[in-house]
């Protein structure tokens, strides 16, 4: 029996105190949009790439920046090969707004002037962390394209339980803000196979996310 027959609009979700899990936000020529953008974005020079740890581990999600590039553990405007950073695209700091209007009712005062695009392939994982490296209270804003993952969601205190595993599917939104900005959060699986031709990805996940830096000026 098909699950698709019985499925059911899913409804949105406080997964925390100020974190709220929005399914199917993205319109499906939204998400054509963002994987036609972000080929052109993933493209040399200043393109997709895998950030080494400083423990010389390499990360297995490939990464592009825009705007600011994060490097353990600071933003910078150059990549660590002396590349310049690509700008921070106008569509990603419209979506932004639009997303926390829709949640919050209202904008923060700090511009959105950082884009995250991670491409997850069939192995690819996160493990727990904080993204503690901005200097503003602005929620951060995730969007998902492709494949399904199991997105866990942790508590403030520490990297250990209590969390809450929930999937993230293509079209989802989930905002971050409040008590819930510097949440434990990764994610331990992708489901291959679970994206079908949504946004005209042929496998893999996209997660773009969006935040404020919080620094002065245009970013
Ligand atoms: C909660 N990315 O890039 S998006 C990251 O799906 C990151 O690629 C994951 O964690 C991904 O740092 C998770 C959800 C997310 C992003 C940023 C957050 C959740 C967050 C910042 C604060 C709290
Ligand atoms: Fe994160």
Not at 86 to 103: E, N
Not at 170 to 196: C, E, M, N, Q, W
Request: aromatic fraction near 8%; charge should be neutral; proline fraction near 9%.
């Amino acid at each position: 029996m098909s699950d698709e027959l019985f499925a059911l609009p899913r409804e949105r979700v406080e997964l925390a105190p100020g974190a709220w899990h929005v399914p199917d936000w993205l319109a499906p020529d939204e998400q054509r949009e963002l994987v036609v953008a972000a080929r052109s974005w993933a493209a040399p020079p200043a393109g997709m790439r895998q950030v080494v740890m400083p423990s010389g581990g390499v990360m297995s999600v490939r990464s592009v920046s825009l705007g600011l590039h994060w490097e353990p553990y600071r933003y910078t405007e150059f990549l660590p090969d002396g590349e310049r950073v690509k700008p921070f695209p106008a569509l990603l700091g419209a979506l932004a707004r639009r997303a926390v209007l829709d949640v919050y009712g209202s904008v923060p005062a700090d511009p959105y002037d950082i884009g995250l695009v991670n491409f997850y392939d069939a192995q690819a994982k996160m493990g727990l962390h904080r993204d503690a490296d901005e200097d503003s209270p602005a929620p951060v804003v995730s969007l998902s394209i492709g494949d399904t993952c199991v997105f866990r969601f942790g508590n403030t205190e520490t990297r250990t339980r209590p969390w809450t595993d929930v999937d993230l599917r293509t079209g989802d939104l989930v905002v971050f803000g409040g008590p819930s900005r510097l949440a434990y959060h990764g994610v331990p699986k992708i489901r291959p196979g679970t994206g079908g031709s949504a946004g005209g990805l042929t496998g893999g996940r996209l997660n773009i996310t969006i935040r404020a830096s919080g620094r002065r000026g245009d970013g």
